[in-house]
Structure formats: structure tokens, C-alpha cells
């Protein structure tokens, strides 16, 4: 399977706790996205890489929130002292940067804080 | 900011109907993307739209990018029960990294 991949599907944690979720993006896609999704809506941006530079962050992405793609492939984010605010659907997507950049999203991690 | 909105929000049709719905803003896009979401899963791309006036299609699906730039529909032909789902359209600015913005979704049911 070539398509973005993410890891893991599911996580229940505590409130609290730092979660680490990662990404998989097509081989030579050199965007990689991050979004939230929360039940009933559409997804949201939250940051985006060009190869391992991280050029954008959403005002969505507090503090707590840190996403590093540190070689240009996988990438990962994490959440540090989840809230149950936090609980969302995490999808992550990948485009080519150059011509027609349709970005092409991954299965999703959902995240449980309880 | 910039808002995409969707509609309609849900629609109940018998199988074999067609089906339409569409995505206005007040902002213009370079890019208009149709996605179809099944529950638990990621979007997965439908079809793809890059310029204004452009109507393309994907087997029973067809959209179109609107002439103003700030709209823009799908249909759905003879619908079939594997059409359930939540389709959500997206519109990207190149000027802003190709990040997306999001409707609200239409969530499609289809009763055989």
C-alpha cells in the first residue's frame, strides 16, 4: 500500500498524559499536513511541513501541541497534557508542493481523553 | 476569515435518484476538492477542480468550479447504497502553502 499511513488508529488516554501520534506520507510527497477533525465537522488545519521545515501553525495549535518531520519523511505529533478538549480525529495528509498539490489524507488517529 | 459553506447538511433519497449539493464562499479560490468520508476513516479524494468554469467528472460524479471562483457543486448520478457517507468539499489558496479549508460536510443516506 503506497498511500499515507498513520499511527496508531485509536488511543484512549488520561487527561493529562503526552500522546505521540505519527504519520507516513506518500514516498515522494514533499508536503506533509496535519489536521483535527472533531465530530460533525469538516477537518481544521493545524500545521504543515515542506520537506523538514514546519511553515505554518494554526492558532488551533496551542502550546501543548509540537509536530517535527525531522529527515523529511515521517512525521510526528504530540500532544503534551492531553485536555478531554482534545479529543478529535488527527488526520494527516500529503501533496507534492510543485503543480497540482491535491493533498491525499491518511485513516485518521483517534484520540480519547478521559 | 475564510468560511467555505456547505449544503445542504443532510439529505435521505431513494437509490437510483440523482443528488446535488454545493459549497459557496465570499472569498475566491484557486482550487476546489471534493472528498468523501466514510465513518472512522480519512477523506478520500473524489475529484479535483483548477479552474473557474471547469466541470469535470468521475464516473457517476460530476462537479464544477463556479465562474465567480467562490462556489462550487457536485453531483451525483444514480445514486447506489455504497454512496452513503459524508462528502465535504475543501478549496485551497496556493498562496497559503495549499493548506485546505473544509465545509461542514453533507452527509448522504440512501435507501435501497
Known amino acids: 500500500d503506497t498511500g499515507v499511513s498513520q499511527d496508531p488508529r485509536h488511543k484512549i488516554t488520561k487527561r493529562g498524559q503526552n500522546v505521540t501520534f505519527r504519520c507516513d506520507p506518500i514516498?515522494?510527497?514533499?508536503?506533509l499536513y496535519w489536521y483535527r477533525q472533531t465530530l460533525g465537522q469538516g477537518p481544521e488545519f493545524l500545521t504543515y511541513f515542506q520537506n523538514e521545515a514546519q511553515l505554518e501553525k494554526s492558532r488551533l495549535l496551542s502550546d501543548r501541541f509540537s509536530a517535527e518531520r525531522p529527515k523529511g519523511s515521517f512525521s510526528t505529533l504530540e500532544i503534551q497534557r492531553t485536555e478531554q478538549g482534545d479529543s478529535a480525529m488527527y488526520l494527516c495528509?500529503?501533496?507534492?508542493?510543485?503543480?497540482?498539490?491535491?493533498?491525499?489524507f491518511g485513516p485518521g488517529t483517534r484520540l480519547t481523553v478521559l | 476569515g475564510q468560511q467555505l459553506n456547505q449544503s445542504p447538511q443532510s439529505m435521505f433519497i431513494q437509490e437510483g435518484e440523482d443528488v446535488s449539493m454545493n459549497c459557496t464562499s465570499s472569498s475566491i479560490f484557486n482550487t476546489w476538492l471534493w472528498y468523501k468520508q466514510d465513518p472512522g476513516e480519512g477523506p478520500v479524494l473524489l475529484i479535483a477542480l483548477y479552474k473557474a468554469g471547469e466541470l469535470t467528472s468521475n464516473g457517476r460524479l460530476t462537479a464544477q468550479f463556479g465562474i465567480t471562483r467562490k462556489d462550487s457543486f457536485l453531483n451525483i448520478s444514480a445514486s447506489i447504497p455504497s454512496d452513503v457517507g459524508i462528502y465535504f468539499c475543501a478549496a485551497l489558496i496556493y498562496n497559503q502553502g495549499g493548506k485546505l479549508i473544509f465545509g461542514q460536510g453533507t452527509e448522504l443516506s440512501v435507501k435501497p
Open positions: 495528509a500529503s501533496s507534492l508542493a510543485s503543480g497540482y498539490n491535491e493533498q491525499f
Open positions: 514516498s515522494e510527497h514533499n508536503r
